[in-house]
């Protein structure tokens, strides 16, 4: 499910749980209603593949990201 959280987007599981939350500047497209959401991808990301002036500011040593693959369709007007 996609939900909105204030001003931000989240991803819900079938149970309502948040599993994810989308980036600041997204918005879903206008003139359109969702369909659906599924798991597109999980990426594992580390702390050590990223370059070593952000590695200060990272807090945690790896960490999993959800890709979703978000459905929408035209609305009817």
């Given at each position: ?16 749980q948040a599993v994810g939350?989308?980036?600041a500047k997204y918005a ?50």
């Amino acid at each position: 499910m996609l939900s909105r959280d204030g001003p931000r987007w989240m991803l819900l599981n079938a149970a309502g749980q948040a599993v994810g939350r989308l980036s600041a500047k997204y918005a879903p497209p206008e003139g359109c209603r969702f369909l659906r959401g599924e798991v597109g991808a999980v990426v594992r990301w580390r702390k050590l593949d990223n370059a070593e002036e952000w590695r200060g500011s990272i807090r945690r040593d790896d960490w999993e990201t959800i890709l979703p693959e978000l459905v929408f369709a035209r609305s009817a007007q």
